[in-house]
Structure formats: C-alpha cells, structure tokens
C-alpha cells in the first residue's frame, strides 16, 4: 500500500483532504525519510521554475529517499529547457482537425492537471503531453501564423493558479490519486525519428493502417521512432530524420513541396523529389524508356484533336487505343475508345486540361505484374488480376472504386525477363522505392509504367515476405541515415 503525500510551497497553500497529506517543503525537510514509513508516492506542487528552487529541491530530495515523485528532477529540467526552446515542443502529433479549429494569427491555450483537460476535443493530445511530460500542471498553447503551427508546453505552480482552477485542480488530484499511480511506459530511446506522411482521408493510400503499424514497429526494431503526420504538419517536418511518404504523390501538389523542403533541410527521403518528378508524368516515362532501351508498349505524345492528329493515330495504332493523362495514379486518367468518334471527343477532353496526351497501344492480359524494387533490388511481386467484366486492375466507374484479385509471389518466381525489365525501368528514375508495372504477353514484356509511391498493404504486397518486407524498407532508410553521418 502506497502513502501519498502533498508538498506545498507555505502554509498559506495547505489544503484540506481527507484522503491525502498535506504538508509544506520545509516540513518535508525536516521530518523526512521516517523510519518504516511505507511505500511513498509524492506530488510535488512547489514553483519549479528556477533552478535549485525550493520545487526543484523537493523532487530531487524525494527521489534520493526513493519516494516516487511526480514531476521528477528530469521532467524539471525538460519543462525548463522548453521555456527556452519554443521549438521543441513540436515533437507532438496534432491531429489535423485540432490545428483546423484554430484561428489565424490566434492561440488556444488551456491547462493540463495530471493528463486531464476540460476540452473534450485535445484530451487525447491532454494525455500525451502528460507521458512525455509527466507533472502535476502544464499548459498548453498552440498558435497559427503564415509561418506555420507553433504547439508549446510549459510548466505551471499551483500558487498561480485561479481559485477557481485551484478548486477544479483539487477534484482531479483526488481522481488521480485514487487510483493507481502508474509510471508511464518509457518508449526506448531511438537513435533517429522519422515521419511518415499520410492521408487519413485518401480512399486508396499507397499503405492501409495496418501496414503502417508494421512500418511503425519495424522501425522501432532498427533504431527509428516512426510516427505519422498529415500534411498540415508539414512545418514541422525539421525535427524529423527521415521523412517516408505514404500518400499518393503528384508533382503540382504537397507531397511533391514536402519532400523537396525535406531534403533541403538534410532529412533522408523516400519518395524523393526527383523520383516523384519523374514517375508522376508519363511523357517523362515514355522518354526515358524510349532512349534508353526499356521495353514498352508502343506510344506517342500528341497535342491536337485535329483531323489531320486523327489521321496519324489511326495509322499508327488499331482500336481500342489508350489514352493517358500525364499524371495519374491507380488506373485513374487512364481511357480506352473503341472508335474514330470517341477518340476526338475524348482527346477534346483532356486536351482541355493538359497540354500533351499519351496514345497508346491496347494490350490486354489477365493481369499485370508489379515489382517492388528499392534501391535497385526486387523485394516483393504481385499479380494483380483485372477486374471482373473490365479490362483495368482498377474499376473507378461506379461509384465506389473496385479492384481485381491479386496473387503474392517470392522474386524468384518471377520469370527473369520481368524482373530485368523492373530494373532496368528503375534505374532510369533513382535508387528509391518503386513499384514497375508490367504485362507480359507473347512471350513479350511491357513497362508499364513506374510508381514512386508503390502499394504496400497488410496481407498483400506483404502476403510472402511478412514482416521482412517492412524491415527491408527500414533498413534502407538506417543506411541512409549511417551514410548521413548525424
């Protein structure tokens, strides 16, 4: 059975409770350790914002008679080195709906008693602040400027509060101290942190929950603590290491500007800047694998719709053709027409919001093969299976998204022509993490394209390698970050 005893800074502060011991510092002093006093836990209420305070002698003198002490000399010293920090406070997660409710060029700020908010909504944020900074009081203030976000925590007395915030202090330190006091699991510290970019909100993300959770605890196994952002956190991405991107990528867009911010402040990238350049346009692609050699079906760039653009397509390819958006990701801008009519009307389309147009050859196959491959080496295959009744792995034609079956295969049973194909693809692009997208028909092969951003999901691209696929990636990213050299 634990004793909990109360220190306050004088007498004018005692309070009175039944269930507690309420004493000043100097009774503390002078009638501590006793003899066979049992377990002791102690809240330690005394100003601790100067340096060998009266505060700042109390924790430190309970934690040598091993009396366990909330807040501790440690948590004394990080609450104070924040005051002159305002950056540092920025480790934490704020839900994007939080940062949202806040006004521009305004703050919200609020006091935390023991983990404890008023504030329905930040009470998970409440308790988080209070694991990494465990004292009796804080407060909590987040702003909002065309510089950015600003989230900063700071250590509050109990003589500075209000009456009224003293009464409702009181309530919750005998909810507290009623039940188990527990320490909160320290995580381990890491040697790097990472963030991971993602969309809580994307209907098809690069990487479904689970597999970020695997991402998350394989991380952890080789040194990392990986947490996720959203792209409101962005301006905080400076107080990371590496930054990996599981959103879907495109080259006018944030995660485009994220990356690129994050290499000039010397994080570790996955995608990189260059490689969504790259793999987010297609006519860059069909350059590339034209100079260079890459297997791919037949395809050429046009800029018009005239009678005379027609006239050449018809020469050049049999309907169905293909037409392609430069960008585009999941089988999205990406049209098949049958006739001369729908050709135009199509290439009218599109030709109204891009200034060049992919035409290319119709190959159909039961199913396209994709090769992961990172930093030049194949990880994982799948065969992704067309949807039923469609001739795409994707279906966006209804109202709600349908895909085709898929099958997961080790690299080794992939015929070789695919895989040399994948890396030769990859090496015109970067030494990332992509996924190629293959058909092979006729004993023939067919770059597809390269995705920057690949699929990897629980219980998919994952279904042979299990967790090592996750260990694969993040042990790149500790390469990198030796290679780094900080």
């Known amino acids: 059975m634990h004793k909990t005893i109360v220190v306050v800074d004088t007498h004018d502060l005692i309070f009175e409770n039944d269930h507690l011991s309420i004493i000043t510092f100097e009774q503390y002093l002078a009638d501590y350790p006793k003899r066979n006093e049992p377990k002791t836990r102690l809240i330690n209420l005394c100003d601790t914002e100067h340096y060998l305070s009266r505060g700042y002698y109390c924790s430190l003198l309970a934690e040598a008679r091993q009396h366990k002490v909330l807040p501790s000399v440690s948590t004394i010293n990080d609450l104070r080195d924040l005051s002159n920090d305002t950056s540092a406070g920025l480790q934490f997660a704020v839900p994007a709906e939080l940062i949202s409710s806040v006004p521009q060029d305004e703050s919200i700020e609020f006091l935390v008693f023991m983990g404890w908010v008023g504030h329905e909504p930040w009470k998970k944020l409440a308790k988080q602040l209070f694991e990494k900074y465990p004292a009796p009081i804080l407060h909590f203030s987040l702003s909002k400027d065309s510089n950015g976000v600003l989230l900063q925590v700071k250590r509050h007395s109990f003589i500075n509060l209000s009456k009224a915030d003293q009464v409702l202090f009181l309530e919750r330190l005998n909810v507290f101290t009623e039940r188990v006091w527990r320490t909160p699991t320290a995580r381990k510290k890491q040697r790097w942190d990472m963030a991971i970019l993602v969309n809580p909100n994307e209907e098809q993300p690069p990487s479904d929950k689970d597999a970020i959770k695997l991402f998350i605890k394989a991380a952890a196994k080789v040194g990392i603590h990986a947490e996720t952002i959203t792209a409101e956190q962005g301006s905080q991405i400076s107080q990371y290491d590496a930054l990996f991107i599981r959103e879907t990528t495109a080259i006018d867009h944030h995660t485009y500007r994220l990356a690129r911010k994050a290499e000039r402040e010397g994080l570790v990238v996955i995608d990189d800047s260059a490689s969504i350049l790259r793999c987010c346009n297609k006519v860059f692609l069909h350059d590339a694998f034209s100079y260079n050699g890459v297997p791919a079906p037949k395809t050429h760039v046009v800029i018009g719709d005239s009678e005379q ?26 049209f098949k027409v049958k006739t001369r009519e729908e050709l135009k009307l199509k290439l009218q389309e599109l030709l109204v919001d891009t200034a060049l147009v992919l035409v290319q050859e119709y190959l159909y196959t039961d199913y396209d093969w994709r090769i992961g491959v990172l930093n030049g080496r194949a990880i994982y295959a799948c065969r992704y299976h ?58 023939q092969v067919y770059v597809i394209e390269v995705n920057d951003n690949p699929s990897i999901d629980h219980e998919v691209e994952d279904l042979y390698l299990g967790n090592e696929l996750y260990m694969l990636i993040m042990q790149e990213f500790v390469s990198r970050l030796e290679q780094r050299g900080r």
């Open 386 to 443: 067309m949807v039923r009744d469609h001739w795409q792995i994707y279906n966006h034609g209804n109202q709600k998204s349908e895909s085709g079956g898929f099958e997961t295969l080790p690299t080794f049973e992939v015929p070789k022509s695919v895989l040399d194909a994948a890396l030769k693809a990859c090496a015109m692009i970067g030494r990332g993490l992509y996924g190629v997208d293959i058909k092979h028909k006729d004993n």
């Open 309 to 334: 653009d027609l006239d050449h397509i018809e020469s050049s390819f049999s309907y169905p053709i293909v037409l392609k958006m430069p960008e585009g990701s999941f089988s999205k801008g990406v």
